[in-house]
């Protein structure tokens, strides 16, 4: 079989699929949907008015969600970032991410579905290191479960992680979603 990189097709379909089943959201996320009838290659980093991301919300048995110190933000968030071209699926960048950024093994998590749990389109300030212009993710965040512990961080991107209870998320509809899943 060949690897074939995540399509515009895929993105469309996974966030129309999202919408038929949240369409209180269609206000929020119509700006994907604009740029996708457009022909914006919003798998493309290098797509600087939006660009899809993909997020893993990892939940250990506590209940209690992984969050990891961003050394570029300086921020506490959840793993996740940018499409690769070994990723086949939306589901698939997220768990790359995740094993990536927190050296948990691929193995020992499993995802609670093939359908994200939330998206959300967030602004990204202008990174001059980078070159890159202020822009915007949309950023397809999946579930997953897990027993393990924290492996070896991703220096480069990583500085710390840290279990923390879901009600620290400050996403209101992300804490909501998360909290009714784990429920």
Do not use: C
Not at 127 to 148: C, M, Q, V, W, Y
């Amino acid at each position: 079989m060949i690897d074939l990189p995540i399509t515009e097709a895929h993105i469309r379909t996974t966030l129309t699929a999202y919408l038929d089943e949240r369409p209180e959201e269609k206000p929020d996320l119509a700006p994907a949907l604009i740029l996708l009838e457009s022909g914006v290659d919003l798998t493309s980093r290098s797509e600087f008015s939006s660009h899809a991301t993909a997020g893993a919300i990892l939940a250990g048995p506590d209940g209690r969600i992984l969050h990891i110190h961003h050394l570029a933000t300086g921020k506490w968030l959840l793993p996740g970032g940018h499409l690769e071209s070994v990723d086949q699926t939306l589901l698939e960048a997220a768990l790359r991410e995740l094993v990536e950024e927190t050296g948990i093994s691929a193995d020992t998590v499993t995802p609670a579905s093939d359908s994200p749990l939330h998206i959300d389109i967030h602004p990204i300030p202008a990174n001059d290191a980078k070159g890159e212009p202020e822009h915007s993710h949309i950023d397809f965040r999946f579930l997953f479960h897990t027993d393990a512990e924290v492996g070896a961080l991703q220096t480069e991107e990583v500085m710390d992680a840290a279990w923390r209870d879901p009600h620290s998320i400050s996403d209101e509809r992300l804490r909501q979603r998360i909290t009714q899943a784990l429920h």
